[in-house]
């Protein structure tokens, strides 16, 4: 399997996706971004933008198991791992895996659940295993973890903690359709007669994980690696942040960079491929100063700010050398 595989499949997978999902070519490709980087997917955005129907759409073309959860107050860490029931005719305890045992869990509005619930999560989607009574359980690959929240709406809510952020991969939003897309998605309800839509498989798990593996052969130059660390070091020294992004938050550039690139064909990252994924990569890493949101200024702005004072590598020698 060849980086042209990568970017054929992700195409194919993106055009299936658009049917259902109308307008939003941009979110669709950070999202699968996400996935060939093996990693998880934060969606913050306003209710009935199509959340759940992007999880959902994926799954099916992707061939993925997937799981919904609905974070509520009431929810319990065992409502997501799973827990140990006792087997009366075996004499034993009997493990009954949660909906994390899956390929993707959509974990839908994450933030209303509890801090003991969300960091039920944690271990699941660092060391991508569940240990239970003191046994672990490993997850089978590929596993994903794509949660949602809403911006505006706090009451009720936990908000996640710095330490949990951090394991999103990138996080994103989807936003409102315009004019045309809007009408776009009315004319295709109208069409197929149902709300249901049906969509290809195009992989599955198998073939997805071994996408994931070829990505690893994008080639980074030490001029791009070395803009990746002025980056992230640039969040840390910005006067209006109070915590800067971590070297997870470097990591994470550098992977989403790389999926970038081969959905672009290339087998080598450019600055502008950084460029293009530092927002969705740090902003929610940052902890701005209190008086910063007085002024309405949000963690990707400051993002932006960075990325306007970091002298941009040349465009040259950025491609691997032939030996």
């Not at 009408?183 to 195009?202: A, F, G, S, Y």
């Not at 938050?249 to 600055?271: F, N, Q």
């Not at 941009?312 to 030996?323: G, K, M, N, V």
Request: with cysteine; glycine share 6%.
């Amino acid at each position: 399997m060849t980086l042209d595989d990568v970017r054929e499949t992700a195409t194919a997978v993106l055009d299936e996706v658009e049917r259902a999902v109308v307008g939003k070519r941009d979110a669709l490709e950070l999202l699968l971004m996400g996935v060939l980087a093996d990693g998880h997917v934060l969606i913050e955005d306003f209710p009935g933008l199509a959340k759940t129907l992007i999880a959902r759409s994926f799954a099916q073309v992707c061939r993925l198991d997937f799981a919904r959860v609905q974070f509520t107050p009431d929810l319990m860490p065992s409502d997501i791992t799973g827990s140990s029931i006792w087997d009366q005719r075996a004499g034993g305890f009997e493990f009954r895996p949660g909906p994390v045992f899956t390929n993707l869990l959509l974990a839908d509005e994450i933030n209303r659940a509890p801090p003991k619930t969300q960091a039920a999560l944690l271990e699941a989607m660092q060391e991508r295993q569940v240990t239970i009574d003191g046994e672990s359980h490993p997850l089978a690959p590929p596993f994903l973890v794509l949660a949602t929240q809403n911006p505006v709406e706090y009451e009720g809510t936990y908000p996640l903690p710095e330490a949990q952020l951090d394991r999103f991969l990138l996080r994103l939003s989807i936003g409102y359709p315009t004019r045309e897309d809007e009408l776009e998605v009315l004319e295709r309800r109208r069409e197929r007669r149902t709300d249901e839509i049906e969509l290809r498989p195009l992989v599955d798990a198998t073939r997805l994980v071994a996408l994931q593996r070829v990505v690893e052969d994008v080639h980074v130059a030490e001029s791009v690696g070395l803009y990746i660390v002025d980056l992230v070091a640039a969040t840390r020294e910005n006067p209006r942040v109070q915590v800067g992004a971590s070297p997870r938050g470097t990591l994470a550039l550098l992977k989403i960079s790389r999926c970038r690139a081969a959905l672009a064909g290339r087998d080598y990252v450019t600055p502008d491929d950084v460029k293009a994924v530092a927002v969705a990569a740090l902003a929610h890493r940052l902890t701005l100063r209190p008086e910063v949101w007085v002024q309405r200024i949000r963690a990707g702005d400051v993002v932006g700010e960075c990325l306007a004072s970091v002298p941009t590598p040349a465009a040259e020698d950025l491609a691997p050398t032939s030996e």
